[in-house]
């Protein structure tokens, strides 16, 4: 049995062509085959938050999907989110504006899982955003930042 | 913080995927949304020499939301139950419950096949599938053979299923009307494994319970049926405000029956109290969503 596989996956909008072994997890295939180093990983079994892309979609623990699963997919990671001309996505810029990083971490999970949350609930009140990021831990414990941050972004209250 | 090696497998049929599980036997595990499996093979809980991974086999992915019952095959996401929504209205214990697993990135991932399949002693589905007296529909070399979910659950993150077998769909009756149902759970932040929780369904008729269905999570070994506090509200009369003494001897035998464990979590003790706090607020919110709803 072989212990590579070829996959093709498209990444921000890129498409890739890659061979990988089958127990790398598509963390480390977006981080070190990629070099997409922005997806950060803190725990490797799904309790922090930190490596959360966008897997057809949907938000998904990267640590928890192995790179082959990934074959034919289409992947958003922190790096994808700023437009083509460099312009920082809404999210981005409420985070900027409202002090959201400390460390900035655990940023990238916090950025997909914030967007995927006003994507199915465009208005949400303080309750159903901390929910929402209840799976993603800041160690800074900066959360009261980050909760205004995608409330601002609900309430078009940035300027980006 | 990396997997031991593995055979990787993606069968795009479901009699293919059990080809390969029955000639790995003991040594072949399912990876379905992984989110159990993965952390396990990460930390090298788990090392099987053969992996097969079903997402590819489209007829797994069924969800049906039938007059009778609901049939939710091994593919489908704890998110995809909860943006259905009639079965939110037809089966509200099974939604309320999906709401409490894990985090947002977790339930786009994970199955609730799966979560039945693992039977960690703090998860919701085993809970729920037993409550709704759910069936199991087993897969494997021999054929499909089915069992009640009491009989399914067999321990700590222990199983009726034999290697090469697998879990490919469960079945929930339609509760009847005059029924009211709630879930509740305990956990120290919202979202991680609970410590203690309970699942609860009355079916009312003219002020007396027909049905009761009581089940306790985080015991320890799986779903904990409290039979005999179910035997102390079946054919009772109870009243929406003089429910209290029902109740009371109910949780009494829930108290008493639970036989939790110590972990780093929480004492015996304080699991054997929660129990009971448990099944008093499910017991209480069912009762009042029976009828009117």
């Not at chain 2, 040594?27 to 997402?55: T, Y």
């Not at chain 2, 037809?90 to 693992?118: D, F, K, M, Y």
Request: proline share 5%; glycine share 10%; hydrophobic share 40%.
């Amino acid at each position: 049995m072989a212990r590579e596989q070829r996959i093709q996956v498209t990444v921000n909008g890129k498409a890739y062509d890659k061979t990988v072994p089958v127990r790398l997890s598509l963390a480390d295939f977006i981080r070190e085959h990629l070099h997409l180093t922005g997806t950060h990983l803190g725990c490797e079994h799904g309790v922090c938050g930190a490596c959360t892309i966008s897997l057809n979609g949907r938000s998904a623990r990267s640590c928890l999907t192995l790179a082959v699963q990934a074959d034919g997919a289409e992947i958003v990671t922190i790096e994808g989110l700023r437009a083509a001309d460099g312009t920082r996505h809404p999210m981005q810029q409420a985070f900027h504006e409202n002090f959201a990083l400390q460390c900035g971490y655990c940023t990238p999970g916090m950025l997909i899982t914030a967007i995927e949350l006003l994507q199915e609930n465009p208005n949400p009140n303080e309750q159903e955003v901390r929910e929402a990021l209840s799976g993603n831990l800041c160690r800074c414990t900066g959360y009261q930042a980050i909760v205004n941050a995608v409330l601002s972004v609900a309430r078009k209250e940035t300027t980006g | 913080m990396k997997p031991a090696w593995f055979d990787y497998y993606a069968p795009r049929s479901l009699e293919e995927a059990l080809r390969i599980l029955g000639d790995a036997g003991p040594d072949g595990r399912v990876l379905a949304g992984g989110q159990s499996l993965m952390p396990m093979l990460n930390l090298r809980i788990l090392s099987p020499d053969v992996l097969v991974d079903i997402n590819r086999i489209e007829a797994l992915n069924r969800l049906d939301v039938g007059a009778d019952s609901l049939t939710v095959g091994a593919l489908v996401r704890h998110a995809d139950l909860l943006r259905n929504t009639p079965l939110r209205e037809g089966w509200p214990l099974l939604a309320e419950a999906t709401t409490q697993v894990a985090h947002p990135a977790i339930r786009n991932r994970g199955t609730v096949c799966g979560s039945v399949s693992h039977n960690d002693p703090s998860a919701e589905h085993p809970s729920v599938l037993v409550t709704l007296d759910g069936t199991v529909v087993i897969a494997g070399g021999a054929g499909r053979r089915e069992l009640p979910a009491e009989q399914f659950f067999t321990g700590m993150l222990a199983t009726a299923l034999e290697p090469g077998e697998m879990v490919v769909e469960l079945r929930y009756p339609r509760p009847p009307a005059g029924t009211g149902a709630a879930f509740v759970e305990f956990a120290r932040r919202l979202g991680d494994f609970a410590i203690a929780g309970a699942a609860a369904m009355l079916t009312m008729r003219d002020g007396v319970c027909e049905k009761a269905r009581l089940t306790i999570v985080g015991m320890g070994e799986g779903p904990f049926r409290a039979h005999a506090a179910e035997e102390i509200l079946t054919a009772r009369r109870i009243g929406r405000k003089d429910h209290q003494d029902a109740f009371a001897e109910a949780i009494a035998k829930v108290v008493a029956a639970v036989n939790p464990t110590d972990d780093v979590h929480a004492s015996s003790a304080y699991r054997r109290h929660l129990a009971g706090v448990m099944a008093a607020r499910a017991l209480e919110t069912a009762l009042a969503r029976t009828g009117g709803h």
